[in-house]
């Protein structure tokens, strides 16, 4: 296990406004010397630029209050000095949040307050000339984030595929009585490279355990006490379930090239010891002889549940294409409530929290049939049964906060709900796991936020590439997929202002240039084969089961938008390269997935090729860039050996290319000359991306660290490369009553 990064509690107080400070502000790890113009990181010192300096210097200044843009401007740019001040500023305030491994969407340190200005959120501590420390209380403020496209029951499912355009302050009331709001407290303080992957509570109360990508932990919440488990070498943890005894768990363990499996681990030290080789998601009765978790492939999953000792499996629920999200067992340990899922496509999804009758602790007695308690479009994952009869569970935000999901509740005997839903949040991030402790008086959950960029990288004459730099330097969702016909501007699509819509962006270029933008989402911004027309599908802002997707195109140079053809679900299309003058589009079903070529003028088209299969969602497809050979690559699931599968569309023999030694292929963009293949492996904690000849052989270009590369599209000379990076922040939030 490597050194564990910054993720201790932070001190929890700022110094008193009056207070005379000398020259240092000490905050997280970070340590700032105001004399010296220096931010240090446990002691190493950090590079930053002086205007972001003095940006800091001057929120530290007055922590918890808003210092507004007017204020910034008349400290860094004086009346005579001639700038672009709103450019320059956000410039400046992300290279202060690059520094501080901080993000916009989940604060820990530099919020920004709409139309105002930006606000200091962490605890700050200041040195005192001969009386130590100075401490009062810190101040938290909510934030909002960029919105989500697509549901987590694809997105958690398709975790090594690119198929969504995707995937943290609680103000919540868990009395149970709604008008009385709760304390809220962040426990773990992670940077953006090394995102907890979840926590519990133990049933006590006292003690958080967390896991990230460096190990496990236990936390005694109360003191701050923070403590290493010890975990078998080359695993690691991403769900946690606690017996009643709070001093023992299990967990689900998982490792490069090692399938997942149920372990247990005591708190006192010892061994762990292995209970069910292949599941997610356990959760432990509240009498602890039983443990239930998932387990199966994708759209093939069930609730399982064995002994104590992971003995006499058997199924209660699931089965029949469910996808199954999260569990948790009843107070009185009779039942289990799940959340799940109907693989589907398009908008409007339904999840539903399901509760099966496991009639006591007898792993030999036969459970009855699940029934539905709830169903409900944008519900999701997580789910808790808290000891007063109170369901918690997920909800996705309606326009234009989809990126977010809160906390609600329903009381329930079990069998119906009593009584209306209860909202208990309405904050930024996405609930990503959830648990409570025994008597509900404490609740600990974990908050995401995703953070895709465009990078852009040079293509060397030997094939490799130069390290990709980050081009858009904003904080919203942004997604490549072409260039423009001069090599020199990226097409790509963002949500930068609520709704999705398309953008080009330059090298050097600070902002983008908007090409298309409407009421709807714009998505997947692709060239026609001369490069004078954007072609683009207009996906549903709310859920409609009616809506059919049309295929747009609109001059590059403006113009007004044209419908092109339309369909049920147009889930990926591209056009070749003139002089080639081929276009495609796919329509995913939930059983198969067809190929159509089309004119883009007429709109007329022709089906070239069907698959049929269940998990349609898995496939992925570029179009050679001379119009002569689809590729169409198959994620990894259920260990199928990655492969791809080049498709003539001139007559020639079908081929496959194993590509040997990696994990899976999760997705694929043809080289700029037709002779080879751009592809991104999948991969849990980092993922690489590969060029793949059409002879089979995968040469490593490049593996970013604690990120992932999605995918690779190349300029129309080959000299670059447009890279879709993704990465996540995360950390854990505890509810309790004051």
Same mark, same amino acid.
């Given at each position: ?187 773990? $303080?992670?940077? %953006?490279? #090394?995102?907890? &992957?979840?926590? =519990?509570? *133990? !049933? @006590? /109360?006292?003690?958080? +355990? ?61 061994? $762990?010891?292995? %209970?069910? #080789?292949?599941? &997610?998601?356990? =959760?432990? *009765? !509240? @009498? /602890?002889?039983?443990? +239930? ?74 459970? *009855? ?370």
């Amino acid at each position: 296990m490597g050194n564990k990064p910054a993720s201790a509690l932070q001190s929890g107080f700022i110094v008193t406004p009056n207070a005379t400070a000398n020259d240092t502000r000490r905050f997280g790890v970070f340590e700032v010397d105001l004399r010296a113009g220096e931010l240090r990181r446990q002691g190493t010192k950090i590079k930053l630029q002086e205007q972001p300096f003095q940006i800091l210097a001057h929120l530290l200044e007055r922590p918890g209050e808003i210092v507004t843009r007017e204020e910034l401007r008349q400290r860094l740019w004086p009346s005579d000095t001639f700038v672009d001040f709103d450019h320059s500023l956000n410039a400046a305030v992300r290279r202060l949040r690059d520094a501080l491994d901080d993000s916009a969407e989940n604060p820990r340190f530099v919020e920004t307050v709409a139309r105002r200005g930006y606000r200091f959120l962490a605890p700050v501590t200041v040195g005192m000339n001969g009386s130590g420390l100075h401490e009062v209380p810190a101040s938290i403020v909510a934030l909002s984030t960029p919105r989500r496209q697509y549901r987590w029951w694809i997105a958690a499912a398709l975790s090594a595929i690119v198929l969504t355009v995707a995937g943290l302050v609680a103000g919540i009331t868990l009395t149970w009585h709604a008008t009385r709001p709760l304390r809220v407290t962040q426990v773990t $303080a992670n940077p %953006l490279d #090394d995102p907890v &992957r979840a926590a =519990a509570i *133990s !049933p @006590d /109360g006292r003690y958080l +355990a967390f896991a990230d990508d460096y190990g496990l932990y236990l936390r005694q919440i109360d003191t701050g006490e923070t403590h290493p488990v010890s975990l078998p070498d080359g695993l690691w943890t991403d769900s946690i379930s606690w017996f009643s005894d709070s001093s023992h768990m299990v967990v689900r363990l998982s490792g490069l090239n090692q399938s997942a499996g149920i372990w247990e681990l005591s708190t006192m030290g010892g061994n $762990a010891r292995k %209970l069910v #080789d292949d599941g &997610r998601n356990p =959760a432990v *009765s !509240p @009498d /602890g002889k039983l443990i +239930a978790f998932i387990a199966g492939d994708w759209a093939h999953q069930k609730v399982i549940l064995v002994g104590r000792n992971g003995e006499q499996p058997r199924d209660v629920a699931g089965g029949g294409g469910d996808l199954i999200g999260d569990l948790t067992w009843s107070p009185d340990g009779q039942r289990i409530a799940y959340t799940a899922a109907k693989a589907t496509y398009g908008y409007g999804a339904q999840g539903s929290i399901a509760v099966v009758d496991v009639n006591g602790s007898d792993s030999n007695r036969k459970s *009855s049939a699940p029934h539905l308690l709830l169903t409900q479009a944008g519900l999701e994952a997580p789910v808790t049964w808290a000891h007063d009869g109170r369901i918690i569970f997920a909800l996705e935000e309606p326009r234009p906060r989809q990126i977010d999901s809160n906390l609600w509740a329903i009381h329930t005997d079990g069998r119906k709900q009593l009584g209306p839903q209860l909202r208990l949040s309405n904050d930024s991030g996405s609930v990503h796991s959830l648990a409570a402790s025994a008597d509900g008086k404490r609740i600990v959950y974990v908050k995401r936020v995703p953070e895709p960029d465009v990078y852009v990288a040079n293509v060397n004459p030997s094939g490799t590439i130069s390290e990709p730099e980050r081009l858009t330097l904003d904080d919203h969702q942004d997604l490549p997929y072409d260039w423009t016909p001069d090599n020199k501007q990226v097409i790509f699509m963002s949500d930068r202002t609520g709704t999705f819509d398309i953008y080009k962006q330059g090298f050097g270029q600070i902002v983008p240039d908007l090409l298309v933008s409407g009421m709807q989402e714009s998505v997947i911004a692709r060239l026609s084969p001369d490069g004078s027309q954007i072609l683009y599908a207009v996906y549903p802002s709310e859920g409609d089961p009616n809506y059919k997707v049309p295929l747009m195109r609109v001059p590059l140079s403006g113009g007004p938008p044209k419908e092109v053809v339309r369909e049920d679900w147009i889930s990926n299309h591209q056009c070749a390269r003139s002089p080639a003058t081929l276009c495609i589009y796919s329509v995913a079903t939930n059983t198969n997935l067809t190929f159509f070529t089309f004119d883009l003028v007429q709109g007329t088209k022709a089906k070239v090729l069907q698959i049929k299969d269940d998990l349609p969602a898995l496939y992925n497809w570029s179009l050679s860039p001379d119009g002569t050979t689809l590729a169409i690559a198959k994620g990894k699931w259920g260990g199928e050996l990655p492969r791809i599968h080049l498709v003539s569309l001139v007559g020639a023999p079908d081929r496959w290319l194993s590509i040997d030694g990696w994990p899976g292929i999760r997705s694929i963009d043809w080289a700029a000359d037709s002779k080879g293949i751009w592809a991104s492996t999948t991969g849990d904690k980092e993922n690489t991306l590969l060029h793949v000849d059409l002879r089979g052989t995968a040469r490593a270009v490049w593996t970013p660290k604690n990120r992932h590369v999605e995918w690779a599209i190349p300029s129309r000379d080959g000299k670059h490369l447009a890279l879709h990076v993704h990465s996540v922040s995360a950390n854990a939030w505890l509810l309790e009553k004051p």
